[in-house]
């Protein structure tokens, strides 16, 4: 079906809420979203990367791309790695080496560097750009690497005052195929570049080395203890089984003490209460939940939950955490919301809720603000992330306590709304285009009226895709109870014109509505602005068409607003000639019986 209705794509929206508390505070759907991830505690994640270019084209400067979840935007970061002084270049074995972004404060970039000989890389260096000074700092080495060990970034911890890291080894040689037996851990102050805390870890001796589970390790709130969670599958469990099992190692960071603790195979959910006190783990394969008691230095508490587990997330009261899986492959399609004091299942938040319009997520979700604010990416129709576009939902204290007004289900109409409508409209074979609408905008593809039934507008279509012909279209509204049954259903076709594609509409004080119809005179021109007032039972009370017939002259309505009395108030344009060169703004207004009672347009 041809898409000629314009997006409207919201930035900062108005909070909504939505399932469990959470808030929809804005959607930004220009934002770029490739291979996102934290470069600070709290505020900055790099969510994508822009290059310059030299005369012929080859990459000269990135710009990181970070979101500032304080600021809730995008900024620009300039790093000119082609400025590298050449002390930096000749040690790297490069002119114009690569760089990994490790940190970010707003005023200085934190940086990693492979050094290369050949082809191999030999070494791992630090280095830092001050924006203020617009300076490199010295290179410092953070360890070499070769046939027996690897650099393994371990991440800066809650403070932002450190960067961890680690070279695993294997003294037997061939640390990425066979795994490793040790990590050196070390740390570098973000500040003075000083090395100053290193540590050995000695992983359990196995017939075979199993390695840690990948992405980013966990930290406590305080930054004192560090988990390193190993990683084990049922197909390598039964290749070669892991004894002692696979564990968990809890770092206390100042006394360089570690404590062990069996774990699930593939546990990827990990989380330390605010206090510290406890360490809870769940697993993808399995669905076990287990927490430990850090002071009593025991397993206290085991459940089952959901499998297919991608990460927790703790509230910011730390009384409750939010289960985050992978519901492309698992029912039900629901984010669980777990109590801290025994892991029992409070609540249940719908996928869709968070992914509006799906329910199979591949979910990926990054926390900033100390767990106030969620951000999720926009999801294409298989629930993969798309590259563009995110939004961001604030957390209460705790999600659906007594602590929270409206804790208990939440003002759940408008998103509701929204998801009785597409599924009655995918149903009915109803088309609409899966546009992002401001939950405040009086005109929608899918409004709640206040009486909480649902109003949707959409068209009935005999084309395909490789079969269009003119005719075979009808605009159809329909309204729903607030449970998603049918009250009616209304064809809204009109003698001369051949097309139509939908619209919007909105609700009246009445207890009525009024559409606003995408209708084609012909095909290949522009629409007619058109509305339709049409009462509580679907009766048509009338029927408005604005001049022209998608030629010169012809009005185009871009928003449409209704106003508290019934009133319409349109904005849009229109154009004096073929080629749209000749613009005017056009604004019109009509009564509630469908009457014009003003229309001015500019010279």
Known sequence: MRTRIAALLLLLCPQLALAGDLQLAAELPDVNYTNAAKVSAQRFVLVGVTWDRDEKNRPKMPHYELFDFQERKVIDVPVPLHQLPKAHTDTLGRTNPSATVVHHDGQVTSLTFNATKGYETVATYFCQYDHRTRQFSDLVLLGPKDNTRYFHDIGFDPTDTYLYYAS??????????????????????????????????????????????????????????????????????????????????????????????????????????????????????????????????????????????????????????????????????????????????????????????????????????????????????????????????????????????????????????????????????????????????????????????????????GNTDSDYKPGRTKPVVARLDPTGKPRWQKVLVKKGFLDYEGGTVAATPDGGCVAQIVSYVHPGRPPVTRLVKLNAKGRVLWDHQFRGDGGPGTPLGDHFELLPDGSVVITGRYYDDVENKQKHDWKAVLDPNGKVVSEEASP
Do not use: C
């Open 168 to 461: 695993a080894v294997n003294p037997a040689g061939n640390v990425l195929k066979e795994g490793y037996t040790s990590f050196e851990l070390a740390r570098i102050d973000l500040e003075t570049r000083a090395i100053d805390w290193t540590m050995k870890v000695d992983f359990p001796k196995r017939d075979k080395p199993i390695k840690l589970v990948s992405g980013p390790k966990v930290f406590s709130p305080d930054g004192k203890k560090l988990a390193l969670v190993e990683y084990n599958d049922k197909g390598n469990e039964r290749s070669h089984p892991a004894r002692p099992q696979q564990q968990v190692l809890v770092i206390d960071i100042p006394s360089k003490q570690v404590d062990s603790y069996p774990v699930p195979l593939t546990t990827y959910g990990t989380a330390f209460t605010p206090d510290g006190r406890y360490l809870l783990l769940g697993s993808n394969e399995l669905g076990d939940v287990i927490r430990i008691d850090l002071e009593k230095k025991k397993i206290d508490a085991k459940t089952q939950g959901m499998k297919k587990v991608h990460r927790f997330v703790l509230t910011p009261s730390g009384k409750s955490f939010l289960v985050i899986s992978n519901t492309q492959q698992i029912s039900p399609k629901v984010v669980e919301v777990r109590r801290v004091s025994d892991l029992s299942l409070q609540t249940s938040i719908p996928m869709r809720m968070l992914f509006p319009g799906n329910d199979g997520v591949a979910a990926e979700v990054i926390v900033g603000l100390n767990g106030r604010l969620l951000m999720t990416p926009f999801v294409d129709e298989k629930g993969w992330p798309s590259r563009k576009g995110v939004r961001l939902y604030e957390v209460p204290d705790d999600v659906n306590s007594p602590e929270v007004a409206g804790g208990a289900g939440g003002d759940l109409k408008i998103a509701q709304g929204v998801v009785l409508g597409k599924q009655y409209a995918d149903k009915h074979a109803i088309r609409y285009v899966d546009y992002k609408v401001d939950p405040t905008a009086t005109f929608a593809q899918f409004v709640v009226a206040p009486d909480g039934d649902v109003l949707l507008i959409g068209t009935l279509s």
